[in-house]
Each structure stands twice: as structure tokens, then as C-alpha cells.
């Protein structure tokens, strides 16, 4: 979601004619896209904001906008405004369509300025009640070719009891299903070959809309339409909403594919109620049943929190149990971190110690799982759609299977958005190795 709307910042800046510069010194505009789900990445965001002022100090004339989700949060915005008095513009998650005409403002007004005027500085963290209008045909500079992100629900209800994105990114609010559509056709057009479908909860998709027979099945189903070879992901799906019509979309459809990120949080029903999850893990394992049922070689992937205030050794041990049954390809796995305004963060807090020692159990058994998976795929010829030329090793490139696992094999520049079939001949934990065939 921050890397798309990035590209949506770059594709503004570029359409009143920017270009994307090296390094900070020279740059007439810098922006940091901000992030808040936890403590270290808001701490980040302010640091890289403060160091930025050195740059300023010697280039006056730049114009330094801090945007995301970050300043959304209460209190955060006036706090920019107090202790960064060099930050021109303020603008939260929702309010992208103005960033242009603000830049215009701040250098209009510089150029007009008097003596005793105040500085020009915009601070806007208002959700627009005309959000979609407002945002939908704002230019995007992509950046993740072959895949292009699509947008198709924004904010989200769910009210998870951790968790600040319903406080900064406000309510669902769901895109037209023939705008969607449009965008994914111009990007197979355009030559995309990964279309990745986001959302904090794609499954929720049509819900706000209220049009019958408009939901994220028949949106799949409308995709999976679409003329030409590419392939369709999403991503994130909440496992109260995962609907058996959905698996059934996914798995008839030869352009959707067998890969789904669905975040357990935790294996412990009492701390997923706590979590105001609204599943437990029996419901969850089910779903894990139903997917592996009509689609076996499903790539599953997951999010895991550890040290949730009320989660006890036993409740750490259920989560543990419900890893090595499920056997995830991979997991992105975080310490809970407490966000300030939501329930869980008022609660009394686990000793970071402990938080840390489960995380450490949690990710070498995830390791030993991933490892052991990585060998299945040993001497089995795979399609990759290849992503990128591979960072560490000469004349290779990297690629994903369709369930979603990284490939390195041979291969150049020239490769980059073809698919191509590699035969599997070396593992190394997370990462695949093998020959073009
Ligand atoms: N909407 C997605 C869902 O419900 O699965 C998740 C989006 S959230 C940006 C990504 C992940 O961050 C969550 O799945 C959760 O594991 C993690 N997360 C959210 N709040 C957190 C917190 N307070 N501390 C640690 N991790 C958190
Ligand atoms: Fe946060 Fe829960 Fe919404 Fe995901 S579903 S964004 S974890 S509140």
C-alpha cells in the first residue's frame, strides 16, 4: 500500500514536470511517506524528517512535505508543525489530490513573500467525504514492474484491538468495479504482467457499495476476464471474510493465483478474541482445510504477532502448534508494538525480554518449515514470471512461481517480465535455485 502510494506522489511530481533525483542534496522537493502500524517505523519516519534539516539548511529553497499515515494520528500533525519548522506541507493518507496545487502555493508565495509575512505551510489530515472523486485519475508513476498495484478498497472497519489503521486510514471505501477494471486493462496493456490487488481487506470489497452481485468474487471473476497472459494476486485477505465463493474464483481461474497472504495474528483463540479478531483458530484452520482442498499446491503465506499484552506461554505455544500444522512458505513475523488510542495499548504490557525470546522461537521454527518446503520443490520444472536481475550473483535474475516463491536462476536484464519455465536444482532456505529450461 505505502510503495503504491509513493508511486502515485512520484507520478504528481513527474506530471508537473520533476524528475526522480539521485540524493537528497540535490532535490527541490523531498517527501517522506510515512508509516505508523508500529513504534519503530514511526520512529524512523522522525528521524529520517530531522535529518533532512541539514540539507534544507544548505538548500533553502527545497520544499519537504511529509505525507502517510503518520500525521493522520492525533496531536501528530501540530507536533510536526511545532518541532519541524522547516516542514512545508502536512498531507495524511486521503489527501494526495491537493499535494500538487500546495507545492504551487508554497513557491508562489516564497516568490511573493514580504518582510514580515508568515511562512506559508499547508497541514491537511482531513478525509474528504469526496475521497474516490478525488483521488481516482491521479497520475501514478509505477515502479514495480512487472507487477502494478491496483488499488480497489481503501481504510478499513475491522477494529482489530492492536492495530491503527482504522485511526489513519479511516473507513472502507470501495472503487468502482468498472474503474478497477479499466486500470487493470490499461496496465496488461501497458504490458504489466502481475497484477497485485490491494486492500486491508480485499474480501470486504463491494460491502460499502451495496450493488448486488458486486463483492470480491465477482470482481475476481470480472478479472480473470481480461484478454491476455498475466497473473492476479491480492493482497490482504482477513480470515472472517475468506468466503468459499472466493477459493472457487481462485481456483478455476488460470489468472489468479495459488498463493494467499492470510494473517493468523496469533494460534490462540483467546488472544485472537482479545485481538478482536473475530475467528478462532478451528475457523482458521478450517479455511487453511478448504484452500489446500481445492487448490494443493497453494502457497500460504502469513502475518504472525508475538507478545499481544494478554498472551501467555501457553497461548505462544498454541501459535507455535498452529505453525507447524499449517506450514506456512514464509511469514512476516512482528513483535506486538503498542499504538497509542487503541484498546490493546491501555492494557498491561509483556516484559520486552519475552516478547523477544518468542520472536526468536517463532522465526527459527518458521526457518526450519520454510527449508523443508524448499526441498518439495527440488528437480520440478516451475513457471517463474521473472522480477528483477538477482542483486548478489553475476548474470542471474529473480522470478516468482505462481505460489508465490522466489526463484534465482540464469538469466539477464532482457528476461525481466517474461515467464519463464526453470527447473529447480539448489534450495537455500527461503530462496530457490535452478536453470532456465
Ligand atoms: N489488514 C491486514 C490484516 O488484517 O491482515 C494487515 C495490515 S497491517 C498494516 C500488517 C500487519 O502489521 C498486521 O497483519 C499485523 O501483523 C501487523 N501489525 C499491526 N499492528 C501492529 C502492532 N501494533 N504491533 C505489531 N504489529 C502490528
Ligand atoms: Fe489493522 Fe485489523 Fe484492519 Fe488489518 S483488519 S488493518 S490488522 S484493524
Redesign the pocket.
Known sequence: ?NVHESEKVAGILENMGYECCPDDSSADIVVFNTCC??DTAEKRALGNIGVIKSEKRKNPDMIIVVFGCMPVQPGVADMIKERYPYVDIVLGTRNLNILEDEIKKVIEKRATKRKNDKKYRCFNVEDPEEFIALSDGLAVTRTSYPNAWVNIIYG?N?F?S????PYVRGREISRDMNVILDEVKKCVAEGYKEITLLG??VNSYGNDLHIDGVNFASLLREIDKIEGKFRVRFM???PKDLSEEVVEVMASSKKICSNIHL?I?SGSSKVLRDMNRRYDRDHYYSLIAMLRSKMPNIGITT???VGFPTETEEDFEDTMDMVRKVRYSNA?T??????KG?P?AKMEQIPYDIKKRRIGELIKLQNTITKELSKEYLGGVYEVLVEDIAPKYENMVCGRTESGRLVTFDGTKEDIGKFVNVKITETRSASLFGHKI
Open positions: 500500500m502500524i508500529r478499513c475491522n482489530c492492536y492495530c491503527i489503521v486491508q481487506n490482504t485477505s482477513h494473517p495474528q502475518d504472525i504477532m512476516f512482528f513483535i506486538y508494538s503498542p499504538r487503541t490493546a
